[in-house]
């Protein structure tokens, strides 16, 4: 098994997005975030020998982080199928570098038409900046399907958040803080690194 750090870099190794979607809000999970709530997730035997889904997989980093981690089988869902490729690729890439055992199934369509149902939900939705309320989408898929969620969102969703999950009969078990890093990959960036405040929510089905 790897460590929290060498987790962190194996992630920090996969491909990105060489052309990225401003419409989807293709932003890269950060490598030591990434690792930071994957292994958060592993010490509360959320992810080895589980059944897991990434919702808006991109390039795969959350998932394969979960099959370094033992879980029994991801399921990365993605809409746009060039992302579903570099994830794809990811994968094979890993596989030379570590064993894997669990299974990826790659399934490129829109979350809404994913019913299986699964142990966890690890996702990175968009938020919300380009489609209104698309974030929302995705809990709501998320609370159908699984009794464990993490999910990232911005700091300010919290009230959000907390209505949601009372909503569908959940409970916030945790909120993991980060400075998230949107590195420069769109035309109208401005910096080549901002930093926005981001949580991570860890929601349990009651």
């Known amino acids: 098994m790897v460590s929290k750090k060498e987790l962190a870099i194996i992630l920090s190794r996969l491909r ?10 293709q932003y890269i999970t950060d490598s030591e975030i990434a690792s930071d709530v994957l292994w958060q997730a592993y010490m509360h035997k959320d992810i080895e020998d589980k059944t897991i889904a990434d919702f808006g997989s991109g390039t795969g ?6 099959l370094i981690l033992g879980a ?13 490729e570099i994830a794809k690729k990811n994968l094979e890439d890993i596989k030379k570098l570590i064993k894997i055992e669990g299974k990826a199934e790659f399934i490129n369509n829109d979350i809404s038409n994913f019913n299986d149902k699964v142990d966890v939900v690890i996702q990175n939705p968009p938020f919300g900046t380009k489609q209104k309320h698309i974030d929302k989408k995705f809990l709501e898929k ?9 999910s990232f969102h911005k700091l300010t969703s919290g009230e959000f958040l907390d209505a949601m999950s009372k909503d569908y009969n959940f409970k916030v078990v945790d909120i993991l803080s980060f400075n998230f890093p949107l590195k420069q990959t769109m035309k109208f ?18």
């Open 61 to 66: 980093i959350l998932g394969i982080g979960c």
């Open 142 to 150: 998320s609370f159908k399907i699984s009794r464990k969620i993490y």
């Open 72 to 84: 029994k089988k991801v399921c990365f869902v993605e809409i746009d199928e060039y992302a579903i």
């Open 16 to 25: 990105k997005y060489d052309k990225a979607s401003v419409k989807l809000e």
């Open 189 to 206: 960036h401005r910096k080549r690194v901002e930093k926005i405040e981001v949580g991570c929510w860890v929601l349990e089905k009651i």
